[in-house]
């Protein structure tokens, strides 16, 4: 692991107490270059880290707080009129930024939500024609209430195979809980988060894991795990490319992370569930009998044979 990596790690680790491997999935997901969706009940912390890790990296960073209420210009922007000369000229919304923290996303309107199709996907925006670049490095940081929680909607299967990741954070345990409280005593930790890495320098970790190498033993492994969501008769829908090449990219960020130029299955076998699971749908007797997409996402991986 490099030094910076593990600055990184315990930068991150001073906002949210006892869950390293949350942490080491929201590294995993930035230094791939995607986008994390942190899906939790009010409270655990999902907000907290998320300006965590835009702290720790020393770029541009805006947080848009969704309703029910917020337009797509509200987040993209749009043509303001000049009384003066009477032209038109284009003024960037919050979206123009590094890091993009979008709170209680699914708690906006669908229109809304699908303001960030484009930008999540092509890293641009389009409006009245025109086409804007989003600034390099740029990566969307979500989070969730769940669906069932009064005033949401949904994210639609589009929007959710977007995100590389999907998380749960979860309570914290009572020892963590108790330092926890203790750490704010005297204010807010993720104030004093430092700021470990530069823009460009989170580029280069991106490049490094995209160098990190991928043997076509464990590729035919990952696709076999893939294939398997499509045959698999608890689901109507398996995954998608996309997702086969979501696993792959989040597979070498996580092998560097660890320190390996190279990806083993047990790479692939870690992140399965989190980069997989969002992007299936259940069939109808799995979903009211009780199974979860994570469950059986677990067991296709557990039935699939590991390359030696």
């Known amino acids: 692991m490099s030094p ?5 790690r315990e930068a ?12 080491d999935a929201v590294l995993i997901g930035v230094l791939a270059g995607g986008h994390v969706l942190l899906e939790d009940v009010p409270g655990v912390g999902k907000t907290t880290l998320a300006k965590g890790v835009a702290r720790a990296f020393d770029v541009a960073f ?17 043509e303001v009129l000049n009384p003066r000369e009477g032209t038109l000229s284009f003024q960037r919304g919050p979206i123009f930024a590094n890091v993009l923290l979008a ?28 086409t804007h670049p989003l600034p390099s490095p740029f990566f969307v940081l979500a989070t969730q209430n769940p669906v069932d929680s009064s005033g949401t909607f949904p994210l639609p299967e589009a929007q959710l195979d977007r995100f590389l990741l999907r998380l749960a954070v979860g309570y914290p345990s009572p020892d963590a809980e108790l330092r926890m409280l203790r750490a704010h005593r005297a204010g807010q930790p993720v104030d004093d988060v430092p700021r470990v890495a530069s823009g460009a320098e989170l580029v280069a970790l991106q490049t490094a894991a995209r160098e990190v190498t991928v043997s076509d033993d464990v590729s035919r492994y990952l696709l076999a795990i893939v294939s398997a969501t499509r045959r698999a008769p608890e689901l109507e829908l398996g995954v998608s490319p996309r997702g086969a090449l979501a696993l792959s990219r989040a597979a070498q960020a996580r092998a560097l992370v660890a320190g390996r130029g190279f990806v083993s299955p047990d790479d692939v076998q870690a ?4 980069v997989l699971a ?3 749908r259940l069939a109808d007797d799995a979903r009211y ?3 979860t997409a994570e469950a059986l996402v677990r067991a296709l991986v557990d039935a699939t044979r590991v390359p030696t």
């Open 4 to 8: 910076l990596i593990s600055r990184l």
């Open 12 to 23: 991150l680790g001073r906002v949210l107490e006892g869950k390293d491997d949350v942490v």
């Open 62 to 78: 805006a947080r848009v707080q969704f309703t029910p209420d917020l337009l797509p210009s509200d987040i993209l922007g749009g």
């Open 103 to 130: 709170d209680e996303v699914n708690r906006a309107s669908p229109r809304t939500q699908s303001a960030l199709l484009e930008a999540m996907n092509e890293a641009q925006v389009t409006v009245g024609g025109v």
């Open 271 to 274: 992140l399965a569930v989190p």
């Open 278 to 280: 969002h992007r299936v």
């Open 289 to 291: 009998g009780g199974k």
